[in-house]
C-alpha cells in the first residue's frame, strides 16, 4: 500500500514556474514507477510526465514536453515535477500515481488527492 500526497500547486502567472512535489508513505518507494497527470473540467485524465523506478526511463506529453520535468529522489520518498513556461491551458488539478509495473497508462493503482495549479494573469 502507498500513500501520495502532493503540494506545490497555487496561482502563477503566465510564463511563470511552479515545482510539485509527491511524497509517498509505505514501504519500497523505490520500486515503483510514479507519474504525474492532470485533469481540468470536462476533460479526460491526462498522463504528462511519468519516470521508472530507477529513473532510467522517462515519458513526457507532446503538450509539456520541453517545459516540464520529472525527477525522483528515492531516498526521500518524493517525485517532483518542475512546470515551467505555464500556460493558461495548463490549468487543472494535478495528480500523482504510482505502479509497479505500468508507466505509460492511466491505470495507476495509487493515486494522490491532487493539487490545483491555476495559470492566469
Known amino acids: 500500500q502507498v500513500q501520495l500526497v502532493e503540494s506545490g500547486g497555487g496561482l502563477m502567472q503566465p510564463g511563470g514556474s511552479l515545482r510539485l512535489s509527491c511524497v509517498a508513505s509505505?514501504?519500497?518507494?523505490?520500486?515503483?514507477?510514479m507519474g504525474w497527470f492532470r485533469q481540468a473540467p470536462g476533460q479526460e485524465r491526462e498522463l504528462l510526465a511519468a519516470?521508472?523506478?530507477?529513473?532510467?526511463?522517462?515519458y513526457y506529453a507532446d503538450s509539456v514536453k520541453g517545459r516540464f520535468t520529472i525527477s525522483r529522489d528515492n531516498a526521500k520518498n518524493t517525485v517532483f515535477l518542475q512546470m515551467n513556461s505555464l500556460k493558461p491551458e495548463d490549468t487543472a488539478v494535478y495528480y500523482c500515481?504510482?505502479?509497479?509495473?505500468?508507466?505509460?497508462?492511466?491505470?495507476?493503482?495509487?493515486w494522490g488527492q491532487g493539487t490545483q495549479v491555476t495559470v492566469s494573469s
Open positions: 509505505g514501504r519500497m518507494f523505490s520500486n515503483y514507477n
Open positions: 500515481a504510482a505502479d509497479r509495473s505500468r508507466l505509460l497508462s492511466k491505470e495507476y493503482a495509487y
Open positions: 519516470i521508472s523506478w530507477g529513473s532510467a526511463r522517462t
